[in-house]
């Protein structure tokens, strides 16, 4: 298969990655901070023995997960040979031997589940069409289990889901989510929230959150302004007006990182990757 060159005769990879954001300081590199970008980086730069810079489709926060994270790298075209074993194992794909490799280089946290060629236009970033959320709570009079306890955030308080439920549909469809995001400068808090909906089972309440993006701290905002509704501490419609504000409301707090895990990013068809990129690229406005 011909090398897809990314310019500067580098070669684009596209990396699934997964990881229990407990004890990492969210994915971006910080100074003097454990963080997944930065493991990884890491482990990469040590493979290639040439620095290398991995980009992501969403930097989550400190202490969220990750079951479908989606990231991309460019390593330089006289780099690529040193991802290849001396002898491949029959049947093996073309980075299942890199594959291997990282798993003894990065820590136990973090895994990089599978490595393919990015195919012609792909930014793990703006080529994306959405990004999937998931955020899990236990209502448990015991909290959680200890298996769980580093994924789902205890809840002693009774939820009434279908109030959250009726609150979630008046805030579907594109808005400015300002009401919902940390500030960025020169970010955009304008979003396509296409799915936002409880689901019960026993003791465990579960969100299911997509849109196109989602600004800093969006989906932890989202489920905290809606356990305010499901303690019935607000009324359904409270959430509407929230959506008329320009920053961010001090009326509720984002809900506890513990419960969030990035699950899945979807994309076009490779034909429609740089396309996409080009669209996503624009500063959006309502």
């Not at 971006?28 to 730069?45: F, K, M, P, S």
């Not at 499901?230 to 961010?248: K, M, N, Y």
Request: glycine share 6%; proline share 6%.
């Amino acid at each position: 298969m011909p090398a897809i060159d990314s310019g500067g005769g580098h070669v684009r990879l596209r990396l699934d990655i997964a990881y229990d954001g407990t004890e990492f300081a969210g994915w971006a590199v910080q100074a003097g901070q454990r963080t997944v970008a930065g493991v990884i980086d890491e482990a990469l730069t040590t493979v290639f023995r040439t620095p290398v810079v991995t980009r992501t489709a969403g930097r989550t926060d400190t202490g969220v997960h990750a079951t479908g994270q989606v990231a991309h790298v460019d390593v330089p075209a006289d780099a690529l040979p040193h991802a290849y074993p001396r002898t491949a194992r029959p049947g093996d794909s073309e980075f299942l031997p890199l594959v291997r490799r990282l798993a003894r280089f990065l820590p136990a946290d973090v895994r990089v589940r599978e490595i393919t060629r990015a195919p012609a236009g792909f930014d793990a970033r703006f080529s994306a069409l959405r990004r999937h959320y998931v955020y899990r709570l236990s209502t448990a009079p015991y909290g959680v289990e200890p298996q769980e306890a580093r994924f789902v955030t205890p809840w002693s308080r009774p939820l009434d889901v279908e109030a959250m439920t009726a609150a979630s549909q008046e805030l579907l469809g594109l808005h400015d989510f300002a009401a919902f995001c940390r500030y960025r400068a020169g970010a955009t808090t304008i979003r396509d929230l296409q799915r936002l909906e409880w689901v019960r089972d026993g003791h465990y309440v579960t969100a299911y959150v997509t849109a196109d993006a989602f600004c800093w701290n969006m989906v932890r905002s989202l489920v905290g302004a809606l356990l305010k509704v499901g303690e019935g501490r607000r009324e359904t419609d409270w959430t509407a007006t929230l959506l008329s504000a320009t920053s961010r409301s001090s009326d509720f707090a984002a809900a506890p990182a513990r419960g969030l895990t990035l699950v899945r990013v979807d994309y076009p068809p490779d034909d429609q990757m740089a396309s996409r990129t080009a669209v996503t690229r624009d500063l959006r406005t309502l």
